[in-house]
């Protein structure tokens, strides 16, 4: 039988189980009635909320400046894995970066699953934390090879990696690379409780605020969308997506959306490590503490470029994958996340270009944004106090390899420039509009442009500049979460035209119907 996704909750279970505090939004006037902090953080995921709460430990004055909400992001919507261990990464790191990149990066992603268990019994944190074994595993003799020589290259980069052929999930496997004292956790509970500690510190916290201006001097000066201004002697740029690009980050970031769905199982047949397979367009599986006597169990693949269509379908495969193989599992939430590549497989966290003293950027984190996230607020925090960690120059966003990164560097932009030219000679005309189907959306040709046109429940067609505010790529409509998405760069707004995700900062243009006497801006009555 198979299970429709619309039998799962449309919700993050980390979003719906931990929703945490409000904090009030930057207004403008703010900066008359406090002093400048030392430093301001912009984007309250956990890249952001970590280093903003490692700075106010260390004493310093700090804001740290949420476009939405707190954790809501990428880390309200990811798997919450802590593993050094990351899918065939080590492999990557070694060709592209060498030996030495591979041992360091091994060192600091253990460092920041370390560290979080010490914060977490330090402050007392009940986040769900549990030790688990990380496990990246074949079911067909193509990945199997793949699979052992991942056990070589993590093992020889310093973790204590070894090749297996039998796990505890409830299907064979051809070969699996594991590495144990893992650990996973519920990534909300732990962060609302660093935010709780931060402002305890005196560190200031807001929300609802985009930021959409940086000027670097002394101090820097923030301006947000709501013309609010902020100073700071530094600033960190932890918004997933970069939304300054100072240091050409853009044309050396991929982004792919991927699919979450969570299903509840009896506790006896949970499997007990956190497992990870390359096939099928990658499958993760891990379970989290729901019920008595039940788990919920986590499934996440189906990797695509934001915009790429079809996003019901790919549920619809990834609930067939997880009904085949955990046929008891009870449907319950399904979500999506974003996140950032780099074309050498190593984040960019460091200075935002190269002529930088005082701005800072945190990105590139590759579906590992917990650990990344972690490893950020260590790492930014000892900078700025004049002690750097033996890890720093890995995660260097200045570091160029232009040899090693070509291939990586020009299928980037392969993909940016067919969609920026390719979408504008294909979009439809005006008769699609007909096909439009309640709660669906399509970019159609309106007056001579190209419109992103969305009809509601109710059969109302509403109409917004299908040009992406960033870059003015053509933006895409996503069926299963009603978003239009820029598949450039992976910036996402609302049907009404809000941004949801940058590197967007603007809002997509609300647009009157071309034909005259139309009354309404938003509505086109046909």
Not at 185 to 203: C, I, Q, T, W
């Amino acid at each position: 039988m198979t299970i429709p996704p619309t039998a799962y909750a449309p919700s993050s279970y980390w979003m719906s189980s931990a929703p945490g505090p409000s904090f009030p939004a930057l207004e403008p006037g703010w900066e008359g009635t406090a002093p400048d902090v030392e430093v301001a953080v912009v984007g309250g995921g956990i890249a952001g909320i970590c280093t903003a709460w490692e700075l106010a430990r260390a004493g310093r004055r700090v804001a740290l400046v949420e476009a939405g909400r707190l954790a809501a992001g990428a880390t309200g919507h990811t798997t919450a894995k802590l593993s050094a261990l990351q899918g065939l990464a080590y492999q990557d790191i070694r060709t592209a970066r060498g030996e030495e990149a591979a041992r360091r990066y091994a060192t600091s992603q253990t460092d920041a699953v370390d560290w979080v268990r010490q914060v977490a019994a330090e402050l007392g944190i009940d986040c769900d934390l549990e030790e688990r074994p990380a496990v990246t595993y074949a079911e067909g003799e193509e990945t199997v090879e793949k699979v052992r020589a991942e056990a070589e290259a993590a093992s020889a980069a310093g973790l204590k990696a070894s090749f297996t052929t039998g796990t505890d999930l409830p299907f064979p496997v051809t070969g699996a690379v594991e590495v144990a004292g893992q650990a996973q956790f519920h990534p909300r509970k732990y962060l609302l409780a660093l935010v709780e500690d931060l402002v305890a510190r005196g560190g200031l916290v807001f929300e609802h605020s985009r930021v959409t201006g940086l000027s670097e001097g002394h101090p820097c000066r923030l301006t947000t969308d709501r013309g609010a201004r902020l100073r700071a002697r530094d600033v960190v740029v932890a918004t997933a997506y970069p939304i300054f690009d100072r240091a050409l980050l853009f044309p050396r970031l991929e982004v792919k959306r991927e699919l979450v769905i969570a299903a509840v199982l009896p506790s006896d047949r949970a499997p007990h490590g956190m497992y990870l397979t390359p096939e099928d367009g990658t499958r993760s599986v891990r379970t989290a503490p729901y019920r008595p006597g039940r788990r919920l169990l986590i499934v996440t693949g189906e990797k695509f470029t934001p915009g790429a269509g079809d996003v019901e379908r790919r549920y619809a495969r990834l609930i067939d994958w997880t009904h085949d193989r955990f046929p008891d599992a009870e449907p319950a939430f399904r979500w999506a996340a974003q996140d950032n590549w780099t074309t050498d497989h190593v984040p960019y966290v460091g200075p935002l270009h190269p002529a930088s003293r005082h701005a800072f950027v945190a990105t590139g984190f590759a579906g590992w944004g917990l650990t990344g996230g972690v490893l950020t607020g260590r790492l930014l925090a000892a900078r700025l106090a004049g002690r750097p960690l033996p890890w720093e120059g890995l995660y260097d966003p200045r570091r160029l390899h232009p040899v090693r990164e070509a291939p990586a560097l020009l299928r980037f932009q392969a993909t940016a420039a067919r969609h920026f030219i390719g979408d504008r000679l294909s979009a439809d005309g005006t008769g699609a509009v007909r096909d439009i189907p309640p709660g669906g959306g399509a970019v159609v040709r309106l007056g001579g442009r190209q419109r992103a046109v969305h009809r509601d429940e109710r059969g109302e067609l509403h109409a917004l500049s299908a040009r992406c505010t960033h870059l003015g790529c053509l933006v895409r409509f996503n069926d299963a979460e009603r978003t239009w998405e820029c598949p450039c760069h992976g910036s996402r707004f609302a049907v009404d035209g809000h941004v949801l995700q940058g590197p967007a900062v603007h809002p997509l243009k609300r647009i009157e119907d071309p034909r005259p006497g139309c009354r309404s801006p938003s509505r086109l009555p046909f």
